[in-house]
């Protein structure tokens, strides 16, 4: 895996960056309107509008195209931050070059796709131009990073992600459903790239937008792209999630931007001395559980011998009660014991089978 060094955008973008915008760019007039109210405000860092709406189902406004693209280029004159636009294949790549737009997005439905990917990377080939990859569809690590290698590869060396959320039927609290654990994973993966997120998208719905945006700075992302609409009831598309200006700038005023330690150079001393207790801890936690997996073993031992088999159905559900209640009396959640134990069970399991059957077996899990 090569790691994707990162050049600076060189757009005077501030930390935590904040994109605003329309989710799609309707009149002339509504990104007037939206430039008036921005005009003031330096916590805006750069302006977006969708002017090719992919659409789940046909019979919907799917943008504009071309013809919006001179709006755009009248905000940068106005606001003097960049536009950035959505692209999807190699033409959209064309025409949003040709009128100096100065950022692209790759959206959700094509990052799932990797020959979209690739054409528009291949379009990109020579061009020194900023692109921002959104998570896929389904929560695919390799699918996103993959994008961002896709990128990289043809000369784009600046590059950032967007968390903008994930698919999930069964979910009724999000439109996208956030994954904080993915978006650290591919931060992990590709130290470099700052991660934006889309509270819009995630939330589906206005008022759940400053929650989330709250939740993603909590958790260290580095900038936030907010659909906002001079309108939104009437807007052409997301008209749910999207604010209104005011909205957005009570949000800006109200969400608190964390620092970020820089792990390269200071960490407080009080911090580092938590650090410090943590890092003993764990090691107590290991030596525990590697006691613990050794008097497995011998437990597992004394099955063979006498021959008796390793799942006792009634001791299982013993240890489980007892350690989630111990548990939840000293303040942990009981999903998390139960899922703490059950992989202890797991392994516990597959270590007896190991020794009965000499040879590695799947692990199994017995809830
Ligand atoms: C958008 O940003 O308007 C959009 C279509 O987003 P996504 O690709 O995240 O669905
Ligand atoms: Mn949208």
Redo the contacts with the bound molecule.
């Keep these: 895996m090569n790691t994707l060094k990162m050049k600076d955008w060189g757009l005077g973008l501030g930390k935590h960056v904040v994109i605003a915008g329309p989710?799609s760019v309707e009149t002339e007039k509504q990104i007037d309107d939206l430039c008036n109210s921005f005009e003031r405000e330096p916590q805006i860092g750069m302006f977006?509008g969708?002017v090719w709406?992919?659409r789940t189902r046909p019979g919907n406004f799917e943008g504009l195209g071309e013809e919006a693209l001179p709006w755009l280029q009248k905000v940068k004159s106005r606001l003097h931050i960049p536009v950035c636009v959505?692209v999807a294949n190699a033409n959209h790549v064309e025409s949003a070059l040709k009128h100096d737009i100065d950022v692209l997005w790759i959206?959700?439905?094509t990052t799932v796709n990797p020959f979209s990917v690739q054409e528009i990377a291949d379009s990109l080939r020579g061009v020194d131009i900023p692109v921002m990859v959104?998570n896929p569809i389904n929560p695919d690590l390799a699918l996103w990073v993959g994008a961002l290698e896709r990128m990289y590869d043809v000369g784009i060396n600046k590059l950032a992600a967007i968390h903008?959320g994930f698919a999930d039927p069964y979910d009724k609290i999000y439109r996208n459903k956030p994954n904080w654990n993915l978006a650290m994973q591919l931060k992990l993966e590709l130290p470099e790239i700052e991660i934006i997120n889309?509270p819009s998208?995630i939330s589906g719905k206005s008022e759940m937008v400053q929650a989330v945006a709250q939740r993603a700075l909590n958790f260290g992302m580095d900038g936030l792209m907010i659909?906002t609409h001079p309108n939104p009831k009437e807007a052409w598309s997301?008209a749910r999630q999207q604010l209104n200006p005011e909205q957005l700038l009570t949000l800006l005023k109200e969400i608190s931007f964390r620092e970020r330690i820089d792990f390269e150079n200071q960490i407080p001393e009080n911090l580092k001395e938590m650090r410090d207790s943590i890092d003993h801890i764990d090691q107590k936690l290991i030596d525990l559980l590697s006691d613990r997996f050794h008097l497995i073993d011998k437990v597992g031992a004394y099955k063979k011998a006498h021959e008796l088999s390793v799942y006792q159905g009634g001791r299982w559900k013993d240890v489980l009660d007892s350690r989630i209640k111990l548990g939840t009396e000293k303040d942990m959640s009981e999903k998390f014991m139960k899922s703490m134990l059950i992989a202890i069970h797991d392994e516990s399991i597959k270590r007896q089978e190991k020794q009965i059957a000499n040879k590695d077996v799947e692990p199994l899990t017995i809830i």
Excluded: F, I, L, S
């Design positions: 989710c977006r969708g709406k992919p959505e959206g959700a439905r959104k903008r889309d998208h659909e997301d």
